[in-house]
């Protein structure tokens, strides 16, 4: 070993420098794409003297007027709170309704704003550098204006955010049609199969809405026929069907429904709240929409699709052998059909799966 020269002094680490090394060990070591922004404001809020700091996203289908889901507020000495994912869209904010935030997403460059802009305080909103997933911004809020340094140490923290939140995002996606992997339907089912319970919940906006009790509904989408078309037309052709298939689906569900493709011609959704009939007349509109869709060269082109509730302490192998009961039953009696698992049991088509849930292998 050489021995260090006295003469070279170590390059001292500032608190600062330290506080947001370790928050960003703390937000890569995140795996949970919904934490992952609750985390990036209270890191944020750490290190900065502050008065709040929210990351908020558009979402929104395409054909629909965008709005703000706030992804993660964090306040001086309060809980961080966000909007439920499931929250109604038309109670959210317009996106029209926070130019400063528009402007920030435009320009790709931070935008500072205060009275003028109907801020009470001073006001900077960074866009949030991020390639795939839902537009956003950071908006921080203080007392006095940041300091160059400050805003400094906030964008090199974005631009590691937007890194590992890219890489987080496409190891999650299906490459093909970028939906949820089969990979992420796990931990997604098991927060479904949890009770829950009415709690209102705070939001950016200083509004308190109530987070609905109401469960989930897992749905199997086959695509009827669908090796006609790889052998008729050809494997690209069969993957522009799919990639279009998953678009219809994105323009159908409401934007906290999970949308998967297990591969092949196989999708699922786990469909949010609502009563049997909700979820079938949901189901429906999505056969209708495949069904009426003019696909390049192969025209024509249906699905079958079989639902049931997600019960408490169901796992993913037993929700999944009671909607495979229904898509089976719905090919057998003629395709491009939407079919409920609870629906069959009651006309004595259909048994209860619990028991076979080793019939079907998901992982």
């Not at 052998?321 to 004595?348: F, I, M, P, T, W």
């Amino acid at each position: 070993m050489y021995p260090l020269s006295p003469a070279v002094a170590e390059p001292a680490v500032t608190p600062v420098m330290d506080d947001a090394i370790s928050h960003l060990a703390s937000l890569t070591a995140q795996r949970d794409r919904e934490v992952l922004d609750v985390n990036l404001a209270q890191g944020v809020l750490d290190l900065l003297a502050a008065s709040s700091v929210a990351v908020y996203r558009l979402i929104g289908r395409e054909d629909e007027a965008r709005r703000w889901l706030c992804c993660g507020l964090a306040r001086k000495g309060q809980i961080t709170v966000s909007d439920p994912p499931w929250v109604d869209l038309h109670t959210l904010p317009a996106e029209l309704d926070h130019p400063l935030r528009v402007r920030a997403l435009h320009t790709r460059m931070p935008e500072l704003g205060g009275p003028q802009e109907g801020l009470s305080a001073h006001a900077i909103v960074l866009p949030l550098p991020v390639e795939v997933g839902l537009p956003g911004v950071l908006e921080v809020r203080s007392c006095e204006p940041l300091s160059t340094g400050a805003l400094r140490t906030i964008q090199t923290l974005l631009k590691v955010f937007g890194n590992f939140q890219n890489l987080l995002e496409s190891s999650q996606r299906d490459a093909l049609t970028a939906l949820l992997n089969r990979q992420t339907f796990d931990s997604t089912f098991l927060k479904a199969s949890m009770p829950l319970a009415d709690a209102p919940s705070e939001t950016g906006d200083g509004e308190r809405r109530s987070t609905p009790t109401s469960g989930y509904w897992l749905g199997i989408v086959d695509i009827d026929h669908f090796k006609r078309v790889n052998d008729g037309f050809g494997h690209l052709i069969g993957d522009e069907v799919l990639v279009l298939v998953a678009r219809i689906m994105r323009q159908t569900f409401r934007h906290y429904d999970r949308l998967y493709r297990f591969g092949g011609e196989e999708f699922v959704i786990l469909l949010r709240g609502g009563t049997e009939q909700d979820a079938l007349g949901a189901f429906e509109r999505f056969r209708r929409n495949v069904e009426g869709y003019p696909f390049p060269q192969v025209e024509h082109l249906t699905v079958s699709v079989g639902f049931t509730e997600v019960q408490h302490q169901d796992t993913p192998n037993v929700a999944f052998a009671r909607a495979d009961q229904a898509v089976y039953r719905a090919k057998h009696q003629g395709r491009n059909q939407v079919l409920s698992h609870e629906s069959l049991v009651r006309q004595g088509v259909a048994e209860h799966a619990d028991n076979h849930a080793g019939d079907v292998e998901l992982f």
